[in-house]
């Protein structure tokens, strides 16, 4: 049961990743993404509470409500309704917000393999990125919590995550294409960018 429901939420997710490079489609296309993330971020739950002293499944849950917030904000961009597209606008924001937060604390709480993760040839050194972008994260999910400068910070912080799927990933996947965990990362962070990019693109923040 398990298999057949992860095959129908693969098919949902590529053809909805399908249906947003089409004006006509991108409005259910939305949707589709949204109940495929909600979904997601779902299934991260019964981790929490079973471990619920351990950050790694609060930090999963966020990544995929960052997902789910990205699909809130293209949905609130077909919205037709102003009042509905500001309030939807709004929500995807605060979500969003909210998500760097658990960016900034999954930094923190790892912050020697985030520093480890950082390319040696980086100067000054790795540990000073990995505190620089922790900062980073934080006064983004300031800035985005209180609608302040919120636009800025959030396109900021997609700059920020492209440069990790550019810096960080893809020097990985050339050393090492045989290890599934540099191909996962490197995705989910083009998708966390990605999603970052929708809420940066909203008319209403």
Known sequence: ?????????MTAQIAGGIGIQHPRTTRSASLILGVVYLLFSLACIPGIISAPTVYDGYGSFFEQFSLLCGSL???AAT????TR???FSRLARLGIGVCAVSFMLSQIIYLRVTADLVPRWILP????????????FALAAIALLINR?????IRLMTLMLILFGLMVWVPRL???PEAHLNWSEFALTFLIAGASWMVADLRSL
């Not at 049961?1 to 939420?9: H, P, Q």
């Not at 050194?125 to 980073?136: D, G, K, R, S, Y």
């Open 79 to 82: 919205e037709a309704n102003a």
């Open 85 to 87: 597209a500001v309030a």
């Open 73 to 75: 904000a293209l949905f």
């Open 174 to 176: 050339i050393t090492h």
């Open 1 to 9: 049961m398990g298999i057949v429901l992860g095959r129908c939420l």
């Open 149 to 153: 400068q919120a636009r800025l910070a």
């Open 125 to 136: 050194n790795q540990m000073f990125w990995a505190i620089l972008t922790t900062i980073a």
